[in-house]
């Protein structure tokens, strides 16, 4: 386990677990928190023995967003390097175990893949104090239907876990109890598949939201040719010609 003074950082290979660590403000961040994050990004990015992460909240909260005590009461600005600015390249799982607010709303949607507590709620509720979200008014959009996201973000309504799964924001909802239980288990089916196809599939899941379809094919075409002359795929081929469990080296 990597000590930080608001984050907890531990690494069980092949996983890594992320967990914000201010549950007296529903671990709400400010800039030095911001700092912390970055540095366990890009340790999770560059360790080769993690292939996956699982972002979640010390104890009722997710993240409530930037603290809007030290904004009040300081002249710091919201952070000016946001989590949404650092690629990763591997799959972060977003555990969400409450309210996930503004800010921890634009955290669990960075994720690759999302699941909720049945005590989730979602939202920003930035326009009811007299400011605006940074970031969110570009997730929520490209994460559901404009009318759906400009009722949300002009309202500054929160939805609960339901709503976020009818509307396709999370996955699944679980009892609050069998939240890290289910996300261990998603996070170990996603370890058994390999490292180099996860990370191109990633990469083409980001860049497709930027690209027509034919441009999204040809840049998918030309980044399997790289795979095709990896261990991995022949390791991939060979293991479904003999009908066995492949053994990936990530190379």
């Not at 023995?49 to 009722?60: D, H, P, S, W, Y």
């Not at 669990?108 to 008014?137: M, N, T």
């Amino acid at each position: 386990m990597s000590t930080f003074k608001y984050t907890i950082y531990e690494k069980k290979a092949p996983i890594a677990y992320v967990t914000m660590n201010r549950p007296e403000s529903q671990n709400a961040y400010f800039n030095a928190v911001v700092k912390e994050w970055l540095e366990i990004w890009t340790d999770f990015e560059n360790d080769p023995e993690l292939r996956v992460a699982i972002l979640t909240g010390a104890g009722k909260g997710f993240c409530s967003g930037h603290d809007m005590s030290i904004l009040g009461e300081s002249d710091e600005e919201p952070p000016s390097v946001h989590y949404g600015t650092l690629y990763v390249s591997k799959p972060i799982i977003a555990a969400i175990n409450g309210a996930a607010i503004g800010g921890g709303s634009s955290f669990a949607f960075g994720c690759d893949i999302r699941i909720a507590s049945e005590k989730a709620r979602l939202g920003y509720p930035q326009v009811k104090w007299g400011i605006q979200s940074l970031g969110g008014h570009q997730r929520m959009p490209k994460m559901t239907f404009s009318g759906i996201a400009g009722y949300y973000m002009l309202t500054g309504e929160l939805m609960d876990a339901q709503e976020m799964y009818r509307l396709g924001l999370v996955s699944k909802v679980v009892p609050h109890e069998k939240l890290m239980e289910e996300a261990e288990r998603i996070a170990k089916s996603l370890c058994e598949n390999a490292p180099l196809s996860v990370r191109n599939t990633k990469e083409m899941l980001t860049r497709g939201q930027r690209m027509n379809i034919q441009d999204g094919v040809r840049m998918s075409k030309f980044m399997s040719q790289g795979l095709r002359n990896s261990e991995d795929y022949k390791e991939g081929i060979q293991a479904f010609k003999e009908k066995r469990k492949p053994v990936w080296k990530g190379r």
